[in-house]
């Protein structure tokens, strides 16, 4: 990588170096475990210029989302997540039974079915074909493919302007920030919204949450960026919220630029604390892969140490991330004897790179391991509800970040 992909300086300092990985999804068949496995490197970046984070394009979206492994709906609390925030926006835009609503990266209808539920026209743009093929499954009208400015522009001209465009953990997944920006922009109304949910880089350096970097994820982001990236298209921040998932997101709230207006109290707020938290020099970044290194080696002495006592360790949860995590520490079977997921699509296939089992949930209550390695960390409240059965053998929970943490479930 040479240049910035959104404003083409070629001022990019280091951030982190986690090596080279193979892609977070690719998921082994029994049948690729003696096949060679592609890995590329996985290098976050940050331009000095306009301040986007970001890893050098290496594996295409075309590559990673045709056939795609993750299923939106397998998580209670993201469902119940996107419910609450279609009735919010409704309020918001005043979106009726005449409006109409467009989901990009609508994955499996997760959201778009409560769209649906409240009686307004809806359409979800996902270019998986095996999950956009569940969420017809569940009367989400979806459309198949990538959205750029033909895409847009072909939508609109068939279903017209959408009154809201909802683009949620997208926006972190495509190389041409500019081009899906102006897809955004032609799907909209001229006085419609655009609602973005994406990872706050600010959490993400605080919190220790190097494991969302991997090859989906091209860029990450501050407000600061999100504001050039959006103007990129013609949009313009109007309101931001502070989420809690995936360990903090923000979401970003646009409007065609001529209909904006001036920002709410919150943008400037976000702002002067990304501005304090020193993401707008390089020297804030400094100390992120120190801290990001005894991450590794606190969770390899805890798994070290539990195998020499004879004491058993296995994983819950196969999401991306947590491929990360394995790959950047070298976990193997012999340290974590398999992993588990709601997810039957993953179930007998393999991590990526470190090759650990993927097994159904209910394993771990068959085995009654020692502890219990939560791999999406992001969901620890709804995991600790969920795994609290472990306490009859006397089983512990363990997260790895932001710190290695060893929970005792409640009785």
């Not at 970001?54 to 045709?66: D, G, N, S, V």
């Amino acid at each position: 990588m040479t240049r910035c992909r959104l404003c083409g300086s070629a001022a990019l300092g280091s951030v982190v170096d986690l090596g080279a990985t193979p892609p977070c999804e690719s998921f082994l068949t029994a049948e690729q475990l003696d096949r060679p496995e592609p890995a590329y490197p996985l290098h976050l970046r940050v331009c000095t210029d306009c301040w986007l984070a970001q890893i050098p394009p290496l594996i295409t979206p075309e590559e990673t989302f045709k056939e795609y492994a993750y299923f939106s709906s397998f998580s209670t609390s993201w469902v119940e997540h996107a419910r609450v925030f279609v009735a919010d926006a409704v309020q918001r835009a005043g979106l009726g039974p005449d409006s109409f609503v467009v989901e990009v990266a609508s994955n499996d209808g997760y959201l778009l079915k409560h769209v649906v539920d409240r009686g307004i026209r809806c359409l979800g743009i996902e270019p998986s074909v095996n999950v956009g093929a569940a969420a017809r499954d569940a009367g989400v009208p979806t459309l198949t493919e990538f959205l750029s400015p033909d895409t847009g522009a072909a939508v609109r001209a068939e279903h017209g302007p959408a009154d809201l465009v909802v683009a949620n953990n997208v926006y972190a997944h495509i190389p041409d920030v500019v081009g899906f920006t102006q897809g955004l922009r032609a799907l909209v109304a001229d006085d419609g919204w655009v609602s973005i949910e994406v990872q706050h880089l600010l959490t993400l350096i605080e919190e220790n949450q190097y494991d969302t970097i991997y090859h989906e994820h091209f860029q990450y982001y501050t407000v600061a960026s999100a504001i050039r990236a959006l103007a990129s298209g013609g949009l313009t921040l109007v309101d931001v919220e502070l989420l809690p998932t995936h360990g903090g997101s923000i979401r970003l709230w646009a409007r065609p630029t001529a209909a904006a207006g001036e920002p709410s109290g919150r943008v400037a707020e976000v702002l002067d604390r990304e501005k304090a938290a020193g993401l707008q020099e390089l020297s804030g970044y400094a100390e992120f892969s120190a801290r990001v290194a005894k991450v590794r080696r606190d969770l390899l002495k805890f798994l070290i140490e539990a195998a020499e006592r004879g004491e058993t360790v296995v994983g819950y949860g196969a999401p991306g991330k947590g491929n990360t995590l394995l790959n950047h520490c070298g976990i193997r079977p012999d340290l974590l004897a398999y992993t588990v997921d709601r997810n039957p699509y993953k179930h007998g296939r393999y991590t990526p790179g470190t090759r650990i089992p993927i097994l159904p949930p209910e394993r771990i209550a068959e085995d009654k391991p020692d502890y219990v390695l939560v791999l999406p960390w992001n969901l620890r409240a709804e995991l600790v509800e969920q795994l609290s059965f472990v306490h009859e053998w006397g089983g512990r929970l363990v997260f790895p970040i932001p710190e290695l943490s060893i929970v005792e479930v409640a009785r």
